[in-house]
């Protein structure tokens, strides 16, 4: 069974930066296997930030890829988001995903990020 | 940056209607789509990938189709649990990108 949580802060001061971690069970960052991150600001549609694949490639959202950075510690079955500057617009839920490719099947509980000072 | 485009943005319907939710690509993408249900204060859930394969375990009511920049969302006999917000996705290339949406609303 496929399961993927989300841990980190819930409030975040302009500027900072944000880090989040991902631990996930029921698989394997094998081949072909990505691990993401989806957010959805407050009764707003969702965007994507950012997947890692097994074999380290990386694709990025729009407009976001300056200031984010997705790593993965396949050991740990961790993979880390980190986005800098933070703004009161990027208050939002974030979600980790798994990803078979370009579509996320199975999603976190999601975790909310204020960012407020 | 392909921009997807969906219709109409909200849908008042009732229980047991038939439902089709349309979204549009900016550019072809083949059939590198997907389609999500996420019920109010949920994680959203895969429906369908590849235009028009159904996850597993979706309800046979749902339906996809399309390919290029045109596709649907059919929902037929619609029930309690569909009221929910649909979203597309495409991931023919870098960046991928949603739809803003569409919501399923009791008539």
């Known amino acids: 069974q496929i399961t993927l949580k989300e841990s980190g802060p819930t409030l975040v001061k302009p500027t900072q930066t944000l880090t989040l971690t991902c631990t996930f069970s029921g698989f394997s960052l094998t081949t072909g296997v990505g691990v993401g991150w989806i957010r959805q600001p407050p009764g707003k549609a969702l965007e994507w930030l950012a997947l890692i694949y097994w074999d380290g490639d990386k694709r990025f959202g729009p407009s976001l890829e300056t200031r984010l950075t997705i790593t993965k510690d396949t050991s740990k079955n961790h993979v880390v988001l980190t986005m800098t500057n933070m703004d009161p617009l990027d208050t939002a839920t974030y979600y980790c995903v798994h990803s078979p490719g370009g579509f996320a099947d199975y999603w976190g509980q999601g975790t909310l990020v204020t960012v407020s000072s | 940056d392909i921009q997807m485009t969906q219709s109409p943005s909200t849908l008042s319907v009732s229980v047991g209607d038939s439902v089709t939710i349309t979204c549009r690509a900016s550019?072809?993408?083949?059939?590198?789509l997907a389609w999500y249900q996420q019920r109010p204060g949920k994680a959203p859930k895969l429906l369908i990938y590849r235009a028009s394969i159904l996850d597993t375990g979706v309800p046979s009511r749902f339906s996809g189709s399309g390919f290029g920049t045109e596709f649907t969302l059919t929902i037929s006999s619609l029930q309690p649990d569909d009221f929910a917000t649909y979203y597309c996705?495409?991931?023919?290339?870098?960046?991928?990108?949603f739809g803003q949406g569409t919501k399923l609303e009791v008539k």
């Open positions: 996705q495409h991931f023919n290339s870098n960046p991928w990108t």
């Open positions: 550019q072809s993408i083949s059939s590198w």
